[in-house]
């Protein structure tokens, strides 16, 4: 699907460093605008108390833009979870993308309220997929199962294998056939996803630079200690 950019918002933040907000929007062909306050924006790992074990820690991104009535705001509330593509950059790269979430509007009223909103990565949109690997008895790899499920969602971050495991064939643990039609009946693409690397001792975890991780799980270790 085409995306346009809709509106954007740079500044220079107290370290110097250029700090861009842009939001696209499907199908839009007009001029882009620029947003008159961006008050704050903050990278959020969406763990909310979760085991720093869990398989897999989605990542969120709030920004709160000053009201000037400089448009219609409330068109960000809107029940499409693809409608508004948001890409925050530092220094001119593109540091995460994600999608406007439909209920994260908020909007403060008072003399220059401000505009809550909370971008995704639209990870959480898979649990409410039902897992159906087709053809029924496939088989396939991690990596391209993982693919797969990606490509569901607009997903358009990087993916990086970074385990070093091998099979018993000293397969690389990301090219190893699993047999999927066992998940087919009962199990949404984030429960299969989570139980898929959870069984290969893995974790997927957002690290900067537009990037999602798979990497082992004693990778962690030294910061459970």
Request: charged share 20%; hydrophobic share 40%; aromatic share 12%.
């Amino acid at each position: 699907m085409a995306y346009g950019l809709y509106l954007y918002k740079q500044i220079i933040n107290q370290g110097d460093r250029v700090v861009r907000l842009e939001i696209y929007q499907k199908d839009y062909v007009g001029a882009s605008i620029e947003i008159n306050s961006l008050q704050s924006a903050t990278l959020v790992m969406d763990n909310q108390g979760e085991d720093l074990t869990a398989p897999i820690i989605k990542s969120s991104l709030n920004f709160t833009l000053v009201n000037t009535n400089q448009f219609n705001y409330e068109v960000f509330f809107t029940p499409d979870a693809t409608k508004f593509k948001v890409v925050y950059k530092l220094d001119g790269v593109t540091e995460w993308t994600g999608y406007l979430t439909p209920d994260s509007y908020m909007e403060s009223l008072v003399f220059r309220d401000t505009i809550s909103l909370v971008a995704r990565d639209n990870l959480g949109m898979l649990d409410e997929m039902k897992f159906n690997y087709l053809p029924y008895w496939s088989v396939a790899s991690p990596q391209s199962i993982l693919t797969n499920a990606l490509s569901k969602i607009g997903f358009d971050m990087t993916i990086e294998w970074a385990s070093l495991k091998t099979d018993s064939d000293n397969t690389n643990i990301k090219d190893v056939n699993i047999i999927t039609r066992q998940y087919n009946n009962d199990k949404s693409w984030f429960e299969f996803i989570s139980i898929l690397l959870s069984s290969l001792a893995l974790q997927m975890r957002y690290v900067g630079g537009n990037k999602y991780k798979i990497v082992d799980i004693n990778k962690f270790k030294p910061l459970l200690s």
